[in-house]
């Protein structure tokens, strides 16, 4: 699956080879054009995820909004691929090196100004089945062999795994590798069992990766944290550029 990239208007649009048809779908979003938008999951000044429908197939259309209206962030893009190019290139990679357990990202857009992203979309596959629900330890396996290619998931919850057909596929991710030690590893453990399930039985050794991860997952927990985060993300919805 190799990677294309082709320069329209001001845009740069990456797409898979093996999806050309798609890159008229870029297009018409860098046009304004219309889409035929079939469901909207989420609409917000932080993200926009919908299901659209074209060539009789359906997708899933996301623009991680955060990425481009949060000034740090933003400015950070300047040295980065961004959220959609980093997702399509990873996954594509894992999947080339065998590991084929996510939902497939098709084509990734990206607008600059002055060498910062200022808007963004990716095209990913649209699966229509369930969440893990029930069959968090089937998630639970899966993300172990994403730890086990050195990649981590980021936000481990069962809403972030669907089942097509019989079989569970991983989504919402950008499969970063991770570099030093399992910290990231255990953060996405701690984060499932955490905050959505207490009675797991933690799969990892308990080691010093471990308990800095929990210290931090704790430190962000502090009611005093989380008014400043809720704080900031009042101001940003009201248009504070923080």
Do not use: C
Not at 67 to 77: G, K, L, N, S, Y
């Amino acid at each position: 699956m190799k990677i294309l990239k082709e320069e329209y208007k001001n845009w740069d649009i990456y797409y898979l080879e093996v999806d050309k048809k798609l890159l008229n779908l870029g297009e018409n979003l860098a046009d304004g054009k219309k889409l035929n938008i079939t469901n909207i999951y989420k609409e917000s000044q932080r993200n926009y995820v919908a299901k659209i429908k074209f060539n009789n197939k359906y997708y899933v259309l996301k623009s991680p909004r955060n990425e481009f209206r949060i000034p740090q962030r933003r400015f950070f893009t300047r040295f980065k691929d961004g959220e959609v190019l980093t997702t399509l290139k990873n996954i594509t990679n894992l999947k080339k090196r065998g590991l084929d357990i996510f939902a497939t990202p098709f084509l990734a857009m990206v607008k600059r100004e002055k060498g910062v992203i200022i808007e963004s979309y990716i095209i990913l596959e649209y699966i229509d089945g369930k969440d893990a629900g029930e069959k968090k330890n089937e998630a639970i396996e899966l993300v172990k062999k994403m730890h086990s290619f050195k990649v981590y998931h980021g936000d481990f919850n069962p809403g972030n795994f669907v089942f097509d057909g019989d079989k569970l596929k991983v989504i919402d991710t950008q499969a970063k590798k991770y570099w030093f030690g399992e910290y990231r590893a255990h953060y996405d453990m701690l984060t499932m069992k955490i905050d959505s399930y207490r009675e797991m039985k933690y799969p990892y050794k308990k080691d010093f990766w471990f308990y800095l991860a929990l210290f931090m997952k704790r430190l962000k927990r502090l009611r005093s944290i989380e008014k400043i985060k809720k704080w900031k993300k009042k101001k940003r919805d009201q248009g504070w550029k923080i």
